[in-house]
């Protein structure tokens, strides 16, 4: 049987479930498991599953087409595509993303998890995007 | 006839009786538990409890149904059915509302196969066609022997086996009963389709289905037997045990396969639960969804197709005193 990729929403969770939603296709997407061509779940069947609004699916697979990665064609559901990007030329970015990764680390040692074992994580999500 | 009566009245309040089995072992009274619950002080408190109120109603229900009086008879069935589903109700309700601070907060995470393969009903979904043919096949049979037909024949039958209803032989009379046996059929189906459609994957939807699909030859049967019982001339406590030939091993194995736990509960959110048996989440896309009382699948209230199919339900049994003779 074809094995599927998996996204997995936690509604319990502080995370609004459309952006919990956007974040794990979005890893997806960057790393391939979903590939131009692809067809995603229709909005109806997706929300079914997961247990929230078509709304919230709707609006997910809404700023997934914005930022160039699906296609949303009416009565066909969202097929990915190819997506050409420029590189950022603004140094402002780098910037950003260590504000970012500063406040999901503080957010994990928030949590008690230790410092050794989030440089652990980091260093094996460094590994995996050089590869990439 | 009464003990007939007795004996269908005493399967389904045993039914009743039996709710705190029918369910997996980590939900009590639609509360989720920890699946050792049960054998606590608690636990054995509230099923005891529940099968005792059960049990007084039940014994008081035979004891009605055998000495009340021919004339009465009819009104003491309405009453006894009335009482013991009434009495499990309240006494279902008020075991969930004292557990409920036993509830097991569990994750309420998701985990989804990305697929976009289209849904496809199983292979033996086509036997809801079986239901539709035998009512035409009644229909034919009683086309071709219509000069036989009598009159005047009875149509519906009181509590004590005797008729209290007449049909002529018009369409009406002789072709109602099938034509509402359809129309209830085909809400059957409906309820099926949208239920498969309409509810997350899981291995219970298809149970769902065939119960729902056996669910529609009880009834094709029924109204079919009546339809030709005045041409073969049927004995009433035959119309009124066939069916009972179907749902009695079905309601058992629907509680055998419901009540198999597997895989975690559905995480509906507890706080969406109306008494442990209404489900209204405005933000669930599932029409359908698994109870927590063991009995399958129930709506989300707050799904406005589930509204539209309780109306069809509505419209299909006011018809009857149009379609009926």
Redesign the interface.
């Known amino acids: 049987m074809?094995q599927?990729?998996?996204?997995?929403?936690?509604?319990?969770?502080g995370v609004p479930a459309v952006r919990q939603i956007v974040e794990n296709l979005r890893v997806?997407l960057v790393e391939g498991q979903?590939f131009p061509g692809t067809?995603?779940?229709?909005v109806?069947?997706?929300?079914?599953?997961?247990?929230?609004?078509?709304n919230?699916?709707a609006e997910a697979y809404r700023q997934l087409a914005a930022e160039g990665w699906l296609d949303l064609k009416h009565g066909r559901?969202a097929v990915v595509v190819p997506r050409v990007v420029s590189p950022v030329r603004n140094k402002a970015w780098a910037e950003d993303f260590r504000n970012r990764l500063r406040g999901m680390v503080a957010g994990m040692r928030s949590q008690g998890i230790s410092a050794a074992r989030i440089a652990t994580e980091l260093r094996a999500m460094a590994k995996a995007v050089t590869r990439s | 006839m009464r003990l007939v009566l007795c004996a269908v009245y005493l399967f389904t309040a045993a039914l009743v009786f039996a709710i705190p089995n029918m369910t997996r072992r980590d939900l009590l009274f639609a509360v989720p538990v920890p699946p050792d619950f049960r054998e606590s002080r608690a636990g054995r408190h509230a099923i005891s409890t529940f099968r005792t109120t059960i049990a007084v109603v039940m014994v008081a229900g035979v004891c009605a149904l055998l000495l009340s009086p021919a004339k009465l008879l009819n009104a003491t069935m309405a009453a006894v059915w009335l009482a013991v589903f009434l009495t499990g109700g309240i006494s279902f309700y008020w075991q969930n509302r004292r557990l409920a601070p036993a509830t097991v907060q569990f994750?309420?995470?998701?985990?989804?196969?990305?697929?976009?393969t289209p849904?496809e009903l199983p292979q033996f979904a086509w036997l809801a066609a079986g239901p539709f043919m035998i009512l035409g096949a009644a229909a034919e049979f009683l086309y071709r022997n219509w000069s036989r037909i009598p009159g005047r024949f009875p149509m519906h039958w009181g509590a004590g086996g005797q008729p209290d209803r007449w049909a002529e032989r018009s369409t009406k009379g002789v072709y109602g009963p099938l034509f509402f046996g359809a129309e209830v059929c085909a809400w059957l189906l409906i309820m099926a389709l949208a239920g498969w459609f309409?509810?997350?994957?899981s291995r219970s939807r298809s149970v769902m289905l065939g119960g729902m699909i056996a669910g529609q030859y009880v009834m094709g049967l029924l109204f079919a037997l009546i339809a030709v019982q005045p041409l073969l001339g049927i004995p009433v406590w035959v119309i009124a045990l066939a069916p009972m030939g179907i749902l009695i091993p079905l309601i058992i194995l629907l509680i055998r396969k419901m009540s198999e736990a597997e895989g975690p509960i559905d995480?509906?959110?507890n706080e969406c639960w109306k008494g442990g048996v209404f489900y209204y989440?405005?933000?669930?896309?599932?029409?359908f969804v698994e109870k927590r009382d063991g009995w399958g699948y129930t709506f989300n209230f707050a799904n406005r197709r589930s509204w539209a199919l309780l109306l069809l339900l509505a419209l299909a049994i006011a018809s009857a005193r149009f379609i009926l003779p």
């Open positions: 074809a599927y990729p998996r996204i997995r929403v936690d509604l319990a969770s997806l979903l067809a995603l779940p229709s109806r069947r997706l929300a079914v599953e997961l247990g929230v609004h078509f919230t699916v559901g | 994750t309420r995470s998701r985990e989804v196969e990305l697929t976009a849904e309409g509810s997350r994957r995480p509906t959110p989440n405005p933000n669930d896309a599932a029409l």
